[in-house]
């Protein structure tokens, strides 16, 4: 899979790819990410990207040239283009496995007071992270990039996410490590048993009761 971000501030994405899984992942190139400045698209001197917004009113606003113009020199049949939101649709774990299918990404990071209405019939999908307001873009991106690239083949193990939270409408199950005891609150029995018919009985169980203690709503 190939992931174009397009974005002001590649810089605030370094971290993120340089550490842990994602950073594996793309050494074993089971995933391709490409920051893109769309500032390398403006046709203006000082390579202006941004401006007041008609009709008054507070902060700057994106141009809409530089960032089409990036997306259409991205842009291929397999592409599918998303702007990262908050009015778009909220993300949710079925929509990463949706993703994870796809050929190649292309997430446009917004920023400051948001960008030109106009962006949006160059796109394909609208995606928020959440109903909050971020400064920007790239957090909502790198939150996209982190749970899609974890379900592609070979970056974790598939035992590791088919059980998880939101996986079958249910919330995960407990898990428990060493010590057996931790300040008077012991580890349940059943996973001691070696039972493995058992345990699996006594985590989906769980996983039930969970969910319907803090997200009924997930049971549908
Ligand atoms: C400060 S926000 C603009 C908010 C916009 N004025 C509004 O009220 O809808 C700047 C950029 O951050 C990104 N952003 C902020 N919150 C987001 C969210 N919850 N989900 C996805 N993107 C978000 C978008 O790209 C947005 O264009």
Request: proline share 4%; glycine share 8%.
């Amino acid at each position: 899979m190939k992931i174009d971000i397009l974005t002001l501030f590649p810089g605030i994405f370094q971290g993120f790819l340089n550490e842990s899984i994602i950073k594996r992942a793309i050494e074993k190139k089971l995933v391709e990410i490409n920051l893109i400045n769309f500032r390398e698209f403006s046709k203006l001197s000082n390579s202006q990207v941004d401006d007041t917004p008609y009709g008054g009113g507070s902060g700057m606003v994106l141009m809409a040239e530089p960032i089409v113009t990036a997306i259409e020199s991205l842009k291929t049949k397999t592409s599918k283009v998303i702007l990262l939101c908050p009015q778009g649709q909220t993300y949710k774990q079925k929509k990463a496995y949706e993703l994870k299918e796809s050929q190649h990404l292309i997430l446009v990071c917004g920023h400051y007071e948001g960008f030109d209405e106009r962006i949006r019939s160059f796109v394909d999908e609208e995606i928020s992270i959440g109903d909050y307001i971020l400064t920007g873009g790239e957090i909502p991106a790198m939150a996209l990039c982190d749970s899609v690239i974890r379900l592609i083949d070979g970056v974790i193990k598939k035992d590791s996410y088919l059980e998880e939270s939101f996986t079958n409408h249910l919330l995960d199950y407990p898990t428990y490590t060493k010590p057996r005891e931790f300040r008077g609150r012991k580890v349940p029995d059943v996973l001691l048993s070696g039972d493995h018919k058992k345990i699996a009985e006594w985590r989906k169980q769980e996983q039930i009761k969970k969910t319907t203690e803090k997200r009924k709503d997930l049971l549908g």
